[in-house]
T-cell receptor, first 113, second 115 residues
Framework: KAGVTQTPRYLIKTRGQQVTLSCSPI?????VSWYQQTPGQGLQFLFE???????NKGNFPGRFSGRQFSNSRSEMNVSTLELGDSALYLC????????????FGSGTRLTVV | GEDVEQSLFLSVREGDSSVINCTYT??????LYWYKQEPGAGLQLLTY?????DMKQDQRLTVLLNKKDKHLSLRIADTQTGDSAIYFC???????????????FGKGTKLSVIP
């Protein structure tokens, strides 16, 4: 059974550019969440999607956005990149959080220069 | 919002037991998870406990929950060098106005196992 797949694994972007990250959840999982991991702030919740609807959003500026497609694949977009956006972005999918928790992908390492 | 505190480092000898502690602030947390992260990897779900339980055992792992004190611990028996990693405590709660659960993670405890 394939796990959560995130692409690309590594990305280098310049300040001011925009970036799109992709996440393919485990087959059958309809909930997809995104987290940002940095050495200083740790793991912070970005947003969660279920059946193409954003159900929950963390405390991030509007430059961070996401969407989910009908096949449950999800993308997140960061516009006008800042140096502080350099982080590991983790995607997680779940069948039912209550019973199974989230399964995380390996992440996309974004470096902004 | 939820705050989760963990000690940052723990060092144990191979074969000993490791105990990683976590305190949290939101008493409405219903599900509490432990995740493991190895270098360069994502998070691996280790185990979880529901808030109506005091203890859960899963092979070498034992989770203890003191709901009154909002204290969660993870005990790893017979710790091996392969257990060296960062361990995250992550209570799940529903934020006000939110339509689903979200996890709040502690900063993680780096476990080092000495051979």
């Amino acid at each position: 059974k394939a796990g959560v797949t995130q692409t690309p694994r590594y990305l280098i972007k310049t300040r001011g550019q925009q970036v799109t990250l992709s996440c393919s959840p485990i087959s059958g999982h309809r909930s997809v969440s995104w987290y940002q991991q940095t050495p200083g702030q740790g793991l912070q919740f970005l947003f969660e999607y279920f059946s193409e609807t954003q159900r929950n959003k963390g405390n991030f500026p509007g430059r961070f956005s996401g969407r989910q497609f009908s096949n449950s694949r999800s993308e997140m977009n960061v516009s006008t990149l800042e140096l502080g956006d350099s982080a590991l972005y983790l995607c997680a999918s779940s069948l039912a959080l209550e019973n199974y928790g989230y399964t995380f992908g390996s992440g996309t390492r974004l470096t902004v220069v | 919002g939820e705050d989760v505190e963990q000690s940052l480092f723990l060092s144990v000898r191979e074969g000993d037991s490791s105990v990683i502690n976590c305190t949290y602030t939101d008493s409405s947390s219903t599900y509490l998870y432990w995740y493991k992260q190895e270098p360069g990897a994502g998070l691996q779900l280790l185990t979880y406990i529901f808030s109506n339980m005091d203890m859960k055992q899963d092979q070498r792992l034992t989770v203890l929950l003191n709901k009154k004190d909002k204290h969660l611990s993870l005990r790893i028996a017979d710790t091996q060098t392969g257990d060296s990693a960062i361990y995250f405590c992550a209570p799940a709660f529903i934020a006000p106005g939110a339509g689903s659960y979200q996890l709040t993670f502690g900063k993680g405890t780096k476990l080092s196992v000495i051979p």
